[in-house]
């Protein structure tokens, strides 16, 4: 059983910053990549960033300037640096990992999503 817990969200003034935290948990044999994806009301699922393993990064065009993705392998994190945040950022923010379970066993697990609101 694997568990992928984020926190951090919250609302936030145009301008202000967030750190977004993402927390695997349970039968972890590897993790892989691990990325942020978000969803706004109406549309769907888009990614954010990405970090491997060996910590090479990147991240979409809109929020290139902005957001850095950083992870901490020895405590199976991943984060979401935010700022100069824009009501365009609001959406529910999703962790995603690909990890193995055991030498074979790979797949990618899902948080429950972290809301971010940037408004006045």
């Known amino acids: 059983q694997v568990q992928l817990v984020e926190s951090g969200g919250g609302l936030v003034q145009p301008g202000g910053s967030l750190r977004l935290s993402c927390v695997a948990s349970g039968s972890i044999f590897r993790i892989n990549n691990m990325d942020w994806y978000r969803q706004a009301p109406g549309k769907q699922r888009e990614f954010v960033g990405r970090?491997?393993?060996?910590?090479?990064?990147n991240v979409a065009d809109s929020v290139k300037g902005r957001f850095t993705i950083s992870r901490d392998n020895a405590k199976n994190t991943v984060y979401l640096q935010m700022s100069s945040l824009k009501p365009e950022d609001t959406a529910v923010y999703y962790c995603n990992a690909d990890l193995n379970t055991s030498w074979r066993n790979r797949a990618d697990y899902w948080g429950q999503g972290t809301q971010v609101t940037v408004s006045s």
């Open positions: 970090v491997t393993s060996s910590g090479n990064t």
